[in-house]
Structures are given as structure tokens and as C-alpha cells.
């Protein structure tokens, strides 16, 4: 695979491509394993409310801790396993760790709601509803507690059919988040008619506003359309907190980012957790706490 050994920059550029593509050759044989060895993990973000700073939900994201490369970031394995027909597998294993926890937090009478990303691909699985349904069931999870994260370019490539998907997924009692928001093609009157529940402001937007008066514009208008629509605003990306004051005055209705936290392990987040609203485990049968 690797190109023979010259002076000139030409050959090492070929080498440099194929060591990639040796990688993702790797990556791809080996992902279904990774997940049974549990080299694939999930961590928690926590996202807040804007006004209380209570936490309201933590988002999922996926990990790979490759025995030989080390952190393999999503951006890096996401698109590989779409490409080699494998993101409905990985998404049911990223699904089965967030509910897991969800369900013990739930034991711990706390009612903590949870995201999960949605690869754009997932939409065209035909029996995508039925395993998120099966899964809800199998750890005991409402459908109230499940947010799942969609792109706009998985409900414009084929709006008929995602909207049919979407919908069947709403009747379980989930909601939905336009992840990304502004970065795609979708604009806020084609949301309108998917029965979407918030919009995720892009990071790229939020992670200017403090410098650029043009990305805080973004955000001021994506927030106003939003909310005209009838729809709740995140901001992801908060990493300061003159940021976090703008979005705030702005309206914007939840927060995530380094400035709140960065994504936890599991173990990390019940700390966090307890160190910042002293929740403590309730005695078996007491109402759960919705946080
Ligand atoms: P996303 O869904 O938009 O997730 C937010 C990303 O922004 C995460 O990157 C998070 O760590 C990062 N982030 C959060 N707050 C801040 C901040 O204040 N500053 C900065 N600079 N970054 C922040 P991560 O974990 O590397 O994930 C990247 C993307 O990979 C995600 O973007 C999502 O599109 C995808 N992804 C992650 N987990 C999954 C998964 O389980 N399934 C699917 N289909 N995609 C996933
Ligand atoms: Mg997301
Ligand atoms: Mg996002
Ligand atoms: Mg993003």
C-alpha cells in the first residue's frame, strides 16, 4: 500500500494517504468487535436551563478508546461506520448505555432526561422506531426521558419519509432536537411542519459570539425565529461566561458547553451532579425528581 520511498513531495504525500486509509480499514473491520470488548463507551454532558442554571438533560456522546491509536474521536468513526452500513449497530449500542444509566438514575429517584444523537442515516432504517421502542422497554425507560438529536440534512434529504419516522417517534412520548442548527439547508419554516420540540444552535455560531457581533446576530435571530415557532432553544458551545450573559438575554432557554461542563464519564457526572444540587437517593417509592 504504501508508495515506494522518494525525495519529492509526491510520495509522501501518497504514503501520508495511505496510512489514513490503512486506519480506517482497521477502524472499519474492527468497530463491531471494539463495541463487544467495550472499547466504545459513552460520556455525559450536562445541558442547564438558562435562567435557574438547573441541569435539565445530558447529552450523549460516543468514545472509542482504541488499545493502539488511543481517544478516536466521533468525528473520526461516526462517518465510517455510516459509510460501511454499520451506524444502526453502534447507534443501538450507544442507545442501550444511555438508558442503562437513565434507568439506574431512575432508581436513585432521579428523572434525568437523556440525549442520544441520530446519525442522518438512521432515519432510512425501517425498523429504527421499533428498536428505540424496544429499548425504551427493555430498561424500563418513559419515552418522556429520551431526546433524540437529529441534522437538518437527515429530515431534508427525504421529508416525506422522515416526517412519517419522526412522528411515529414523537407518539412514544420522546422529543426531538435539531442538532447543528445553521449549519444545514433546513430552514426554521420547514421545521415547522416536523413535529420538532427545540433547536440546537450550532457551536461554530456560539463559539464567535463573544468577539463577533455578526455570530451573535445569528443567534439572536435563530432564537427569535425559533421561539415565533413555538420551539425551545439550546446553545451548544458555551465556553465563557459573557456568552452565557448574551444567550441569556437574549431568551435562549438552555445551555451546554465547557463553561457548564465538559462531556463526564459516568461516575464523574454523579458527583458533579451531587455536588450541585446535593441529590441524594430517595427512599424507594418516593416521587421521582425531575430535574
Ligand atoms: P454534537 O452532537 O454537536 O455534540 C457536541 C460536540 O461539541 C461534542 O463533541 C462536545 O464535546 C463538543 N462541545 C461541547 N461543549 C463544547 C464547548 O464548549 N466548546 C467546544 N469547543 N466543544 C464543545 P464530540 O463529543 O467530539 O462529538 C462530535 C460530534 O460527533 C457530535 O456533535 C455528534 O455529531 C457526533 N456524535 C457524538 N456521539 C455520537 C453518537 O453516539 N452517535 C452519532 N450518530 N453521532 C455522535
Ligand atoms: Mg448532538
Ligand atoms: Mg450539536
Ligand atoms: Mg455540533
Known amino acids: 500500500l504504501l508508495a515506494a520511498s522518494d525525495s519529492d513531495g509526491v510520495a509522501s504525500y501518497h504514503q501520508v494517504l495511505d496510512q489514513q486509509s490503512l486506519r480506517r480499514l482497521q477502524l472499519g473491520t474492527e468497530l463491531e468487535q471494539a463495541m463487544a470488548d467495550g472499547q466504545i463507551s459513552v460520556v455525559f454532558q450536562p445541558i442547564i436551563d438558562a435562567r435557574t442554571s438547573d441541569i435539565v438533560s445530558v447529552e450523549t456522546l460516543v468514545r472509542w478508546a482504541h488499545p493502539r491509536f488511543g481517544a478516536i474521536p466521533p468525528d473520526e468513526f461516526i ?8 451506524i444502526g449497530p453502534l447507534t443501538d449500542h450507544v442507545l442501550d448505555l444511555a438508558l442503562a444509566r437513565c434507568r439506574r438514575w431512575l432508581d436513585q429517584d432521579i428523572a434525568l432526561s437523556v440525549a442520544v444523537n441520530l446519525s442522518a442515516r438512521c432515519l432510512a432504517e425501517p425498523d ?35 416526517s412519517t419516522v419522526l412522528a411515529e417517534l414523537h ?7 435539531m442538532d447543528d442548527f445553521g449549519t444545514g439547508y433546513s430552514s426554521l419554516s420547514q421545521l ?20 463577533s457581533q455578526g455570530e451573535s446576530f445569528i443567534a439572536r435571530s435563530i432564537i427569535e425565529l425559533a ?7 439550546v ?20 445551555l451546554q458547553g465547557f463553561l457548564v461542563s ?13 455536588a450541585r444540587t446535593g441529590v441524594r437517593s430517595a427512599a424507594p417509592g418516593a416521587q421521582h425528581r425531575r430535574l
Open 128 to 162: 429504527l422506531v421499533e428498536r428505540v421502542q424496544r429499548s425504551l422497554r427493555r430498561h424500563g425507560v418513559p419515552g418522556e426521558l429520551l431526546i433524540l438529536e437529529l441534522t437538518e440534512g437527515s429530515v431534508v434529504d427525504d421529508s416525506v419519509r422522515s
Open 79 to 86: 462517518h465510517l461506520a455510516e459509510q460501511i452500513g454499520r
Open 192 to 211: 415547522r411542519q416536523l413535529p420538532i420540540d427545540e433547536v440546537k444552535i450550532d457551536k461554530s455560531f456560539v463559539l464567535g459570539m463573544s468577539t
Open 235 to 254: 446553545a451548544e458551545g458555551v465556553e465563557d461566561e459573557l456568552t452565557r450573559k448574551l444567550l441569556t438575554e437574549m431568551g435562549c432557554d438552555k
Open 227 to 233: 421561539h415565533n415557532l413555538g420551539l425551545r432553544v
Open 262 to 274: 465538559r462531556p463526564l464519564p459516568d461516575e464523574r457526572l454523579e458527583s458533579w451532579l451531587l
Open 171 to 177: 407518539a412514544l412520548g420522546l422529543r426531538l432536537s
